[in-house]
């Protein structure tokens, strides 16, 4: 989409959202607003209402905003001095909006008036109501939301909305919710048996059954085989540390209050790891280096800790303990292109290895250069680091689009952004070059001249978290995942229980791979069916006929078909998928 477009359907979205605050002071004339922006695929407004909001009155509020559409109401811009912006609103008693523009530049107060509707807004908004009347949008639901994303301020209520340039869009999108809420990683995850939550345990913590483990592991050791090929070697290091270690890092003041702290009645005082980067830092300082041992390149998968606020976690995808697969190159200025090269290629075998690759694209994240405070590391080094990480896109033929501000703490970044199931970028695997921390570190290596030089270090993760990339590859696979990382691979069913004796020779004789016995007193047609409904992607069946002739029957995953033959086939065929 252009950025035109684009433009063009914020401008609608955030014109549904101003709508919405109108038709809701209609309803509630005491209501106070909040923030109302346009989002992905549509918009929302907080409100500080007389009442809780059910989803009844969603058709209400709807039938309200298109009276006002029909209407054709310009949309008005008007520029207020900031003392006149503060009368205005104390006499409407908006104490959100008077919150608002205190903080405001005062040259920057501008409100926008739609008939008797008068609201503190930036804009853009479309010219008229009227333009709104052949766009595609709905309001959707209703959530809760601390005002000013802070849990110590009241709880507002958000109502969410949809909207697209034309209705056949917004019908499109519908279908694909529909679609995605059968794909819901938390919905399959319970179904398929792969993860629980433990009140307990807590919140945001998520304990992997058997076969969650299967698919946790199983991943691990893809991603490691290819790593190794590329020089990487494994490392395992504690999860907690000293604040001084992240003080170093830096790390310390970016979470501030994200950072666990951890005490012990003796008096130790430790926090939980929020990363991994630092602790490897002191492998490699733990001895000499020499510019003849470099790179020196670690991998590691364990778990980090964020205090994520409570509100904002959920399944998979937001979790207070995140599994990471992690990996730091140490180098000279003269392998940084090779390395950035090398995990580059490392990402594109992972993803075309799982049939994603080439659904993504690629932001160049770069530094705000308006506020350089945020980040680590002199000016003349991220300079050189973003000019190289440029060339290496444009190499690479990566068409990386430069994202400003959305750089790591300590350098610019490659990152790759794969569609989930609702067709939002989800941003996964990245690489990040870092000049800063070394020298934080006061790394070293000896150079042919026997003088010291600070390493670069390249960071790299392939699939990031565990859990959100499981949960990606949940709702991606809607839970039929690919052979190898199935859990169950093989169901052997039965058909009555004088046939168990060589269901299990049959599944001796598949050891090599994951197989289950379902040998339940329960008809054959339910564990057929349960065997479907968990989407394991081979059923055998094992009767009379089976058994005599010393063969199985089976059923491939997504197909009705029966098929005969030996079991010395199968293994032929499924040799294939695994290797």
């Known amino acids: 989409m252009s950025n035109e477009k684009n433009n063009r359907l914020d401008t609608l979205r955030h014109s549904c959202a101003h709508l919405l605050a109108a038709a809701i002071l209609e309803m509630f004339p005491e209501a106070k607003l909040g923030v109302g922006p346009a989002v992905d695929n549509g ?81 853009p908004h479309i010219k008229s109501t009227k333009e709104l009347e052949n766009a595609g949008w709905k309001l959707t639901k209703i959530a809760g939301a601390y005002w000013r994303g802070s849990e110590e ?16 869009e917004l019908k499109q999108y519908e279908e694909m919710m529909i679609e995605a809420e059968k794909r ?70 970016k979470f ?31 001895k000499m280096r020499s510019y003849k041992d470099l790179p020196i390149r670690y991998m590691e998968s364990d778990k980090q800790y964020r205090a994520e606020k409570t509100g904002e976690v959920g399944g998979l995808s937001r979790v207070f303990a995140i599994t990471v697969e992690d990996g730091h190159s140490f180098c000279r200025i003269d392998q940084v292109k090779e390395e950035v090269m090398n995990m580059v290629k490392i990402i594109k075998d992972f993803y075309s290895e799982i049939g994603m690759w080439g659904n993504h694209k690629v932001s160049l994240s770069v530094r705000d250069y308006d506020h350089p405070e945020k980040y680590i590391g002199t000016k003349e080094d991220w300079d050189h680091a973003e000019r190289m990480l440029e060339e290496i ?20 970044k490659l990152d790759f952004m794969f569609k989930d199931a609702m067709g939002r970028d989800v941003q996964i695997p990245t690489v990040q070059l870092d000049f800063a921390t070394p020298k934080r570190f006061e790394l070293t290596y ?100 089976e058994e005599n002739d010393q063969t199985i029957t089976i059923r491939t995953r997504g197909t009705k078909e029966l098929v005969t033959q030996k079991i010395s086939e199968l293994i032929e065929i499924l040799d294939e998928k695994t290797c």
């Open 43 to 123: 918009f929302y407004y907080d409100f500080d209402l007389p009442r809780t909001l059910i989803p009844e009155d969603l058709p209400l509020i709807e039938e309200k905003m298109k009276a006002l559409i029909k209407q054709d109401l310009p949309f008005e811009k008007e520029e207020v001095e900031l003392n006149k912006a503060k009368e205005l609103l104390e006499k409407a008693g908006q104490d959100y909006k008077l919150e608002l523009v205190k903080d405001l530049p005062a040259d920057e107060i501008t409100f926008y008036k739609t008939g008797n509707f008068v609201d503190l807004c930036k804009g």
């Open 393 to 412: 896109s444009n190499e690479m033929e990566l068409g990386a689009i430069k994202h400003e501000g959305e750089a790591a703490l300590y350098g610019p």
């Open 256 to 286: 501030g209050d994200e950072l666990f702290r951890v005490s012990s009645q003796g008096g130790l005082n430790f926090v939980l790891k929020p990363v991994q980067c630092p602790h490897q830092t002191q492998i490699y300082a733990s």
């Open 446 to 545: 000896t150079d042919e001249n026997n003088e010291s030089i600070s390493p670069v270090m390249v960071h790299r993760a392939i699939l990031g978290s565990y859990e959100r990339f499981i949960a990606l590859l949940i709702e991606h696979f809607a839970g039929a995942f690919p052979f190898w990382l199935s859990p169950t691979q093989i169901t052997i069913i039965p058909v009555a229980e004088v046939h168990n004796e060589y269901a299990k020779k049959v599944a001796k004789e598949l050891a090599a791979f994951r197989v289950e016995i379902d040998s339940r007193n329960e008809s054959l047609g339910k564990r057929i069916r349960e065997a479907e409904i968990k989407k394991t992607p081979y059923t055998i069946v094992l009767g009379d006929k």
């Open 184 to 253: 819901d990683h938390r919905k399959l995850g319970k179904e398929l048996d792969l993860f629980v939550f433990s009140d307990l345990v807590g919140p945001g913590l998520p304990l992997y059954t058997p076969k969650g483990t299967i698919i946790k592991d199983e991943l691990q050791k893809k991603v490691e085989k290819i790593c190794r090929q590329y020089g990487f070697q494994k490392v395992s290091c504690p999860s907690l540390a000293k604040i001084d270690l992240f003080k170093i890092s830096g790390h310390a003041d």
């Open 153 to 168: 301020n009241k709880m507002l209520q958000r109502i969410y909305g949809a909207c697209f340039q034309t209705k056949d």
